[in-house]
């Protein structure tokens, strides 16, 4: 009766008795072998589950009777993800994030949209915010999982598009850029060229890979350190720290190209501007990074 056990327990913290019985016992082993028959691969502890199953039942309704209705698979599957189950992670970039396309079929989209999205969700999906898990443990079941994804998609895209619509330079405007010192020649490059010098910005950043831009927003936004990053990686310390370097490196680069593309100005006036960049590198990357990520 262990799993009809850890159930009851969990629903009586809310207030409700649930009798311990070899029926409720019968349910719910049905639902861990549901899950382990989707998704075997997955290190999920039975009662550890049903417990979550109980947090995540509606308040107002026969804590018993609501188990019927529950997507067991994909609820199992949420858990996985919630616990940080590398299987469970993978199952679900493979079966439901790669599926994102097809989520915004509906509207008029590009391949760099709904790359940002599949980054955004992750973070806010798959990783905890201080003392907040991860908001993939909202899922409560009761309907499926490629449902609640996808609504989860379209607000993403719809806020993006209501942001941007209304979104001023995310690279601060040029006249408020700190100077190096009293260069009459830099003053004007920041007042005539700050404009061009944030869209060389905002393409570069969108230039990196998949995972260099989700990189930066678990470390610059999320706030996981070095050493949490190469534990999700399974790499070692320093070569998060490395692939941060290269990321910095290469949007100062591609920021610079950009700029050389479109702008007829010397190279020393280039480089002037480069300098700019990369005093408020970090922040403008924070900026961006967390206007692409709220909801």
């Not at 309704?61 to 996985?80: F, K, R, S």
């Not at 910005?201 to 998949?210: H, I, K, Q, T, V």
Request: some cysteine; glycine content about 6%; proline content about 4%.
């Amino acid at each position: 009766m262990e799993l009809s056990s850890s159930f009851a327990n969990r629903v009586a913290a809310r207030g409700k008795v649930v009798a311990v019985t070899a029926e409720l016992e019968a349910r719910l082993s049905r639902l861990v072998d549901e899950g382990r028959a989707a998704w075997p691969g997955l290190a999920v502890a039975p009662r550890a589950f049903v417990a979550h199953v109980a947090e995540r039942l509606p308040e107002d309704c026969d804590a018993v009777a609501a188990l019927d209705g529950l997507h067991a698979n994909d609820l199992y599957l949420a858990y996985g993800c919630l616990q940080g189950d590398p299987a469970a992670l993978a199952a679900f970039e493979e079966h439901f994030v790669s599926r994102m396309a097809r989520f915004l079929a509906r509207f008029d989209y590009d391949t760099v949209e709904v790359d940002e999205i599949k980054q955004t969700l992750r973070a806010r999906l798959l990783v905890a915010e201080q003392d907040q898990p991860a908001r993939i443990g909202e899922y409560a079941g009761r309907g499926p999982l490629v449902s609640w994804l996808r609504r989860a998609a379209v607000r993403t895209l719809l806020y993006r598009r209501r942001a941007k619509s209304a979104e001023g330079p995310l690279v601060p405007e040029a006249a408020s850029l700190p100077a190096t010192g009293p260069d009459p020649e830099l003053l004007y490059l920041k007042v005539r060229y700050g404009g061009d010098l944030d869209a060389a910005f905002r393409e570069a950043l969108g230039s990196l890979s998949e995972r260099d831009r989700t990189l930066l927003s678990l470390y610059f936004v999320n706030g996981l350190t070095a050493d949490t990053l190469a534990s999700m990686y399974r790499v070692a310390e320093s070569t998060v720290r490395r692939w941060l370097a290269d990321s910095r490196k290469s949007i100062v680069d591609e920021t610079r190209r950009r700029l050389a593309e479109r702008l007829d100005i010397s190279a020393t006036e280039c480089r002037s501007l480069v300098v700019l960049l990369k005093s408020q590198l970090d922040l403008s990357v924070v900026r961006m990074l967390k206007d692409d990520g709220k909801d």
